[in-house]
T-cell receptor, first 109, second 114 residues
């Protein structure tokens, strides 16, 4: 069974702190990976794609570890507005997207 | 902006009723996806269209679920003889190219079956 596993959290983090979470995927042949952000009762929105070399966008850094089959998301200098659920997504060899259940992040003032 | 729109936003149905959920993708987007999202879960894939062709319907949970996109733009997800377990948010997403491209989501239709 295809699975993307994430720690559901919640991660309670003080404002300004750095937080990181991982997700593991099952298909070693998967080609593409994404992090989506979903606010409560809203639709998912793409946060960033995850490339083999890793990528950074402002305070957000995503890494891919093919050997251990996990991807990670690091958020530096966290803001109250970063509170959301972060969904890890794997695009398999048939380009079907497999979604994790999400990690809930709560940033506290 | 002209994002993905879905209607209705909320639907309450009595068990056994048929429902139809509509999705208007972003203009020019070739690919369209339907997902089902239960509370506290990630989206579960239902079906995928490339233009008007339904290329993958492996995620449809039963033959009560039917989707169409006859002209390659608007899509309708129909659920016949609704059951309580069908209660969920139904999300539609579109993308410019294939499945590996960024998907843009509509706001979803929250279906409650009583």
């Amino acid at each position: 069974r295809k699975e993307v596993e994430q720690d559901p959290g919640p991660f309670n983090v003080p404002e300004g702190a750095t937080v990181a979470f991982n997700c593991t995927y099952s298909n070693s042949a998967s080609q593409s990976f994404f992090w989506y952000r979903q606010d409560c009762r809203k639709e998912p929105k793409l946060l960033m794609s995850v490339y083999s070399s890793g990528n950074e966008d402002g305070r957000f850094t995503a890494q891919l570890n093919r050997a251990s089959q996990y991807i990670s998301l690091l958020i530096r200098d966290s803001k109250l507005s970063d509170s959301a659920t972060y969904l890890c997504v794997e695009g398999d060899s048939n380009y079907q997207l497999i979604w994790g259940a999400g990690t809930k992040l709560i940033i506290k003032p | 902006g002209a994002g993905v729109s879905q209607s209705p936003r909320y639907k309450v149905a009595k068990r056994g009723q048929d429902v139809a959920l509509r999705c208007d993708p972003i203009s020019g987007h070739v690919s369209l996806f339907w997902y089902q999202q239960a509370l506290g879960q990630g989206p579960e894939f239902l079906t995928y269209f490339q233009n008007e062709a339904q290329l993958d319907k492996s995620g449809l949970p039963s033959d009560r679920f039917f989707a169409e996109r006859p002209e390659g733009s608007v899509s309708t997800l129909k659920i016949q003889r609704t059951q309580q377990e069908d209660s969920a948010v139904y999300l539609c997403a579109s993308s410019l190219g294939g499945r590996g491209n960024e998907q843009f989501f509509g706001p979803g239709t929250r279906l409650t079956v009583l």
